[in-house]
């Protein structure tokens, strides 16, 4: 089962049917195991991955180690994209998680697949064109949610799939929604005397994402 959370909000790039068998027959294929450096943050930006079986995380480490976690990407879905159309180094590294065999295609083989394909232009384009409305959509509402429903929909998300320990810290996750520590302390405890999470420390243990997830709609419909 694909296990994929986002602390960003913003939809993976994710590639199936013909688009992943043509970025399959491009690509070449390695393995790795579980632990792997993918990518390192601050690599050259000139090629992605796709992920053909596994799964890869998608993180930053702090000054003192500490590790925050923006997505975990499965079969599908693309690795460094991102970077790759923007010409920048990479943003984040990404680790294996468990053994994983994944495709790297460079900028070459964009442009043959760009030149010879519709389809894969159309794709891109499509693709692109869906995170820019995502971000800008998910700007405006977070200019007017209240931080309870905010915090509810970043945690709901970590755990999009079922309880989940994510190692990253209150003032982390504070930073991230844009809330003080003690906004994110006062939230964190009503939410662990309700059962919805487990504070630890340095990681909180999502255990109840739906009823989170039904908190930011209550509050995002004025309720």
């Avoid at 003192?64 to 997505?71: H, I, L, S, Y």
């Avoid at 994983?100 to 010879?116: K, N, P």
């Avoid at 844009?178 to 420390?201: H, K, N, P």
């Avoid at 739906?210 to 509050?219: D, G, M």
């Amino acid at each position: 089962m694909q296990r994929t959370y986002h602390l960003s909000n913003f939809s993976q790039t994710h590639a199936e049917g013909d688009i992943f068998a043509a970025l399959v027959a491009v690509g070449r294929r390695q393995r790795f195991p579980g632990g792997a450096q993918v990518l390192h943050q601050g690599d050259p930006g000139n090629g992605f991955w796709l992920i053909e079986q596994g799964h890869v995380m998608a993180c930053r480490y702090g000054r003192e180690g500490e590790r925050t976690v923006f997505a975990v990407l499965g079969p599908g879905d693309l690795v460094g994209e991102l970077a790759c159309f923007a010409g920048v180094t990479q943003q984040v590294h990404a680790i294996a998680e468990g053994e994983a065999v994944l495709a790297w295609i460079d900028m070459a083989q964009v442009d043959q697949l760009l030149a010879e394909d519709p389809r894969f232009a159309r794709w891109l384009l499509g693709t692109l064109a869906n995170k820019l409305r995502g971000a800008l959509d998910r700007v405006e509402e977070d200019h007017n949610l209240p931080a309870q429903a905010r915090i509810a929909r970043v945690l709901a998300n970590m755990a999009a799939n079922g309880e989940v320990r994510v190692d990253m810290t209150q003032q982390q996750l504070a930073d991230f929604v844009g809330v003080s520590r003690v906004t994110i302390g006062q939230v964190l405890a009503m939410f662990e005397a309700e059962g919805l999470i487990e504070r630890g420390y340095r990681h909180i243990r999502v255990l109840a994402p739906e009823r989170l997830a039904s908190i930011e709609r209550l509050r995002t419909n004025g309720h």
